[in-house]
Protein backbone atom coordinates (compact mmCIF):
# COMPACT_ATOMS: atom_id res chain seq x y z
CA UNK A 1 0.00 0.00 0.00
CA UNK A 2 2.71 2.31 1.01
CA UNK A 3 4.33 1.67 -2.84
CA UNK A 4 1.07 2.81 -4.13
CA UNK A 5 1.05 6.29 -2.63
CA UNK A 6 4.57 6.68 -3.50
CA UNK A 7 3.94 6.08 -7.56
CA UNK A 8 0.63 7.91 -7.25
CA UNK A 9 2.67 10.90 -5.77
CA UNK A 10 5.34 10.81 -8.34
CA UNK A 11 2.65 10.61 -11.53
CA UNK A 12 1.33 13.70 -10.28
CA UNK A 13 4.42 15.91 -10.49
CA UNK A 14 4.45 18.59 -13.02
CA UNK A 15 2.55 19.80 -16.11
CA UNK A 16 1.59 17.21 -18.82
CA UNK A 17 2.07 18.57 -22.84
CA UNK A 18 -1.87 18.37 -22.89
CA UNK A 19 -2.16 20.91 -20.22
CA UNK A 20 0.66 23.14 -21.38
CA UNK A 21 -1.04 23.50 -24.84
CA UNK A 22 -4.94 23.60 -23.41
CA UNK A 23 -3.02 27.00 -21.53
CA UNK A 24 -1.70 28.01 -25.16
CA UNK A 25 -4.74 27.89 -26.50
CA UNK A 26 -6.98 29.82 -23.65
CA UNK A 27 -3.92 32.36 -23.69
CA UNK A 28 -4.06 33.10 -27.79
CA UNK A 29 -8.36 32.95 -27.06
CA UNK A 30 -7.67 36.02 -24.75
CA UNK A 31 -5.07 37.56 -27.10
CA UNK A 32 -7.17 37.25 -30.13
CA UNK A 33 -10.18 38.33 -28.46
CA UNK A 34 -8.42 41.37 -27.30
CA UNK A 35 -7.14 42.21 -30.80
CA UNK A 36 -10.56 42.17 -32.08
CA UNK A 37 -11.42 44.51 -29.13
CA UNK A 38 -9.11 47.01 -30.41
CA UNK A 39 -10.25 47.02 -33.78
CA UNK A 40 -13.96 47.45 -32.76
CA UNK A 41 -12.80 50.11 -30.67
CA UNK A 42 -10.75 52.29 -33.58
CA UNK A 43 -13.55 51.74 -35.50
CA UNK A 44 -16.43 53.64 -33.21
CA UNK A 45 -13.76 56.10 -32.87
CA UNK A 46 -12.73 56.81 -36.16
CA UNK A 47 -16.89 57.50 -36.47
CA UNK A 48 -17.05 59.70 -33.78
CA UNK A 49 -14.52 61.52 -34.81
CA UNK A 50 -15.67 61.67 -38.34
CA UNK A 51 -19.78 62.72 -36.65
CA UNK A 52 -18.03 65.08 -33.84
CA UNK A 53 -16.50 66.85 -37.28
CA UNK A 54 -19.56 67.46 -39.16
CA UNK A 55 -21.28 68.83 -36.01
CA UNK A 56 -18.63 71.35 -35.43
CA UNK A 57 -18.45 72.23 -39.30
CA UNK A 58 -22.68 72.39 -39.26
CA UNK A 59 -22.33 74.77 -36.61
CA UNK A 60 -19.61 76.67 -38.57
CA UNK A 61 -21.52 77.47 -40.85
CA UNK A 62 -24.50 78.39 -39.19
CA UNK A 63 -23.12 81.06 -37.32
CA UNK A 64 -21.82 82.34 -40.73
CA UNK A 65 -25.07 82.55 -41.96
CA UNK A 66 -26.70 84.41 -38.96
CA UNK A 67 -23.67 86.76 -39.22
CA UNK A 68 -24.65 87.17 -42.91
CA UNK A 69 -28.70 87.55 -42.95
CA UNK A 70 -28.70 89.73 -45.69
CA UNK A 71 -27.79 87.22 -48.19
CA UNK A 72 -29.11 83.85 -46.84
CA UNK A 73 -30.14 82.95 -50.21
CA UNK A 74 -26.58 83.05 -51.45
CA UNK A 75 -26.02 79.92 -49.32
CA UNK A 76 -28.33 77.49 -50.55
CA UNK A 77 -27.00 74.54 -52.04
CA UNK A 78 -29.47 72.22 -53.55
CA UNK A 79 -28.78 68.70 -52.94
CA UNK A 80 -28.14 67.68 -56.89
CA UNK A 81 -25.02 70.01 -56.53
CA UNK A 82 -23.66 69.55 -53.30
CA UNK A 83 -20.27 71.20 -52.21
CA UNK A 84 -17.42 68.62 -51.54
CA UNK A 85 -14.50 67.22 -53.26
CA UNK A 86 -12.86 71.03 -54.59
CA UNK A 87 -16.77 71.40 -56.38
CA UNK A 88 -16.33 75.34 -55.80
CA UNK A 89 -12.54 75.72 -57.14
CA UNK A 90 -10.49 78.08 -56.92
CA UNK A 91 -10.98 81.31 -54.37
CA UNK A 92 -13.54 84.28 -55.01
CA UNK A 93 -12.57 87.24 -55.52
CA UNK A 94 -11.77 89.53 -53.60
CA UNK A 95 -10.97 87.66 -50.23
CA UNK A 96 -13.13 88.71 -47.89
CA UNK A 97 -10.37 87.64 -44.67
CA UNK A 98 -7.60 90.56 -45.79
CA UNK A 99 -9.73 93.67 -45.12
CA UNK A 100 -11.13 94.01 -48.56
CA UNK A 101 -14.59 95.99 -48.68
CA UNK A 102 -17.06 93.06 -49.61
CA UNK A 103 -20.94 93.09 -50.57
CA UNK A 104 -23.24 90.39 -48.52
CA UNK A 105 -23.25 88.23 -51.44
CA UNK A 106 -19.37 88.57 -52.16
CA UNK A 107 -19.44 87.28 -48.08
CA UNK A 108 -21.87 84.60 -49.17
CA UNK A 109 -19.67 82.81 -51.54
CA UNK A 110 -16.26 83.11 -49.76
CA UNK A 111 -17.73 81.82 -46.94
CA UNK A 112 -18.87 78.53 -48.44
CA UNK A 113 -15.46 78.43 -50.50
CA UNK A 114 -13.67 78.60 -46.98
CA UNK A 115 -15.93 75.91 -45.83
CA UNK A 116 -15.87 73.68 -48.56
CA UNK A 117 -11.94 74.21 -47.94
CA UNK A 118 -13.11 72.54 -44.23
CA UNK A 119 -14.80 70.08 -44.90
CA UNK A 120 -12.56 68.09 -48.02
CA UNK A 121 -9.78 68.98 -45.07
CA UNK A 122 -7.17 71.28 -47.27
CA UNK A 123 -7.05 73.32 -43.84
CA UNK A 124 -5.11 70.47 -41.61
CA UNK A 125 -2.59 69.40 -44.39
CA UNK A 126 0.61 66.64 -42.95
CA UNK A 127 3.66 66.91 -45.00
CA UNK A 128 5.24 63.07 -45.77
CA UNK A 129 8.53 62.83 -46.96
CA UNK A 130 8.05 65.47 -48.59
CA UNK A 131 4.56 65.02 -50.19
CA UNK A 132 1.76 66.79 -48.52
CA UNK A 133 -1.51 65.36 -47.72
CA UNK A 134 -4.78 66.45 -46.38
CA UNK A 135 -5.11 65.04 -42.85
CA UNK A 136 -8.64 67.11 -41.95
CA UNK A 137 -11.81 67.04 -42.45
CA UNK A 138 -14.27 64.11 -43.27
CA UNK A 139 -14.17 61.40 -45.51
CA UNK A 140 -15.86 61.75 -49.35
CA UNK A 141 -17.84 64.70 -47.93
CA UNK A 142 -21.23 66.28 -49.90
CA UNK A 143 -22.42 68.65 -48.40
CA UNK A 144 -26.66 70.49 -49.01
CA UNK A 145 -28.05 73.61 -47.49
CA UNK A 146 -31.84 74.25 -47.86
CA UNK A 147 -33.91 77.17 -46.77
CA UNK A 148 -36.72 79.36 -47.98
CA UNK A 149 -36.20 80.22 -51.90
CA UNK A 150 -34.22 83.26 -52.34
CA UNK A 151 -33.26 83.47 -48.45
CA UNK A 152 -35.01 85.99 -45.78
CA UNK A 153 -36.61 84.26 -42.51
CA UNK A 154 -37.22 80.50 -41.89
CA UNK A 155 -35.80 77.31 -41.45
CA UNK A 156 -32.65 76.42 -42.56
CA UNK A 157 -31.48 72.59 -43.03
CA UNK A 158 -27.49 72.16 -43.39
CA UNK A 159 -26.95 68.44 -44.22
CA UNK A 160 -23.34 67.08 -44.16
CA UNK A 161 -22.74 63.48 -45.77
CA UNK A 162 -19.56 61.40 -45.61
CA UNK A 163 -18.70 57.12 -45.65
CA UNK A 164 -18.39 55.78 -42.60
CA UNK A 165 -16.37 52.75 -41.97
CA UNK A 166 -19.65 49.88 -42.25
CA UNK A 167 -22.46 49.19 -43.51
CA UNK A 168 -25.75 50.29 -42.53
CA UNK A 169 -29.43 48.99 -42.92
CA UNK A 170 -30.75 51.99 -42.07
CA UNK A 171 -29.42 54.92 -44.05
CA UNK A 172 -30.22 58.20 -43.22
CA UNK A 173 -33.68 59.76 -45.08
CA UNK A 174 -32.18 62.78 -46.11
CA UNK A 175 -30.86 62.60 -49.60
CA UNK A 176 -27.74 64.85 -49.70
CA UNK A 177 -24.43 62.62 -51.18
CA UNK A 178 -27.29 59.64 -52.38
CA UNK A 179 -26.93 58.00 -55.48
CA UNK A 180 -23.41 59.68 -56.00
CA UNK A 181 -21.70 56.12 -56.10
CA UNK A 182 -19.31 57.58 -53.09
CA UNK A 183 -21.01 55.14 -50.84
CA UNK A 184 -21.57 52.23 -51.92
CA UNK A 185 -24.04 50.43 -54.36
CA UNK A 186 -27.05 51.00 -52.18
CA UNK A 187 -25.37 54.17 -50.51
CA UNK A 188 -25.05 51.51 -47.03
CA UNK A 189 -21.93 53.23 -46.10
CA UNK A 190 -23.32 56.94 -46.03
CA UNK A 191 -23.40 58.59 -43.02
CA UNK A 192 -25.35 62.06 -42.54
CA UNK A 193 -25.51 64.54 -40.18
CA UNK A 194 -28.31 67.06 -40.19
CA UNK A 195 -28.34 70.26 -38.69
CA UNK A 196 -31.75 72.59 -38.43
CA UNK A 197 -31.70 76.10 -37.32
CA UNK A 198 -34.30 78.76 -37.63
CA UNK A 199 -32.99 82.53 -38.61
CA UNK A 200 -34.96 85.62 -38.44
Known amino acids: MYALKVMARDQQKGFSLLEVLIGIVVVSIGLLTVAALQVVTKKANYEAVQRTTASLLGYDLAER ?6 SLGSYLVPT ?5 GGSIGSEPTPNCTTGNTCTPGQLAAHDLWEWEQALDGATEVASIAGVSTQTGGIVQPAACIEGPPGGGTGLYTIAIAWRGTSPLTNSSTHSCGQGSGNYGANDEYRRVLVYRIFIS
Open 80 to 84: TSPLG
Open 65 to 70: MRANRE
